[in-house]
């Protein structure tokens, strides 16, 4: 229960192109939803983060659409650029503790 | 801008010795963790530390793991007795009471 399920494993879209990733989850205690950007040799970089009051946060180019009932939420990429090319990890956090659980991580190349 | 910052960034140690990761967080924040990362794999949580104790821990913080923030400013992970398997890159995070969490850039951790 504790699980988040992120797919795709890897992806890879045109520059100017939509990256889609999504994310699934079990626990109905998650009550905040972040992204992360990861470059190679590099910590993770919080991205973009909702909440479950909120079903869209739009922030630039990023964008997180939430379901609540489907217990899923996914990062859309508008007009992706190969300086976006990262690994992208969801998470939740349990709101019973500080416990962050996070993806398997999806490897997303853009090809200029 | 406020960082996380992390020493060293590589360790090389033998099996069996003792390892203290060091992590000065963002100074105005109250939450700190540890995560670690083996290579090519997920994020795995390790502990949270919130006013001057655990506040929760994973399965893999086990009793060869301990955590402390012996002054204003560090925050340090030991690992009493290293094994082959603790090899991974350890991310220090912080966050303010929002969870909005900010990692370090990681110390590579190589157990020979």
């Known amino acids: 229960q504790q699980q988040v399920k992120q797919s795709p494993q890897s992806l890879i879209v045109q520059k100017g192109g939509i990256s889609i990733i999504n994310c699934a989850y079990e626990?109905?205690?998650?009550?905040?939803f972040p992204w992360y950007q990861q470059f190679p040799g590099k910590g993770p970089a919080l991205l973009i983060a909702?909440?479950?009051?909120?079903s869209e946060k739009k922030e630039g180019r990023f964008t997180i659409s939430f379901n609540k009932s489907a217990k899923q939420f996914s990062l859309h990429i508008m007009d992706s650029q190969p300086g976006d090319s990262a690994t992208y990890f969801c998470?939740?956090?349990?709101?019973?503790?500080?416990?962050?659980?996070f993806g398997p991580g999806t490897r997303l190349s853009v090809l200029p | 801008e406020p960082e996380v910052t992390q020493t060293p960034s590589h360790q090389v140690t033998q099996m069996g010795q003792e390892v203290i990761l060091r992590c000065v967080p963002i100074?105005?924040?109250?939450?700190f963790y540890w995560y670690r990362q083996i290579l090519g794999q997920k994020v795995e949580f390790l502990v949270s530390?919130?006013?001057?104790?655990?506040?929760?821990k994973s399965e893999i913080f086990d009793d060869q793991f301990s955590v402390e923030r012996p002054d204003g400013s560090n925050f340090t992970l030991k690992i009493r007795s290293t094994k082959l398997e603790d090899s991974a890159m350890y991310f220090c995070?912080?966050?303010?009471?929002?969870?909005?969490?900010?990692f370090g850039p990681g110390t590579r951790l190589t157990v020979t």
């Open positions: 995070a912080s966050s303010t009471a929002n969870y909005e969490q900010y």
């Open positions: 626990n109905t205690a998650f009550d905040y």
């Open positions: 909702i909440r479950p009051d909120v």
């Open positions: 998470a939740a956090r349990d709101n019973y503790g500080q416990n962050f659980v």
């Open positions: 100074s105005n924040h109250l939450y």
């Open positions: 530390f919130y006013n001057n104790e655990i506040s929760e």
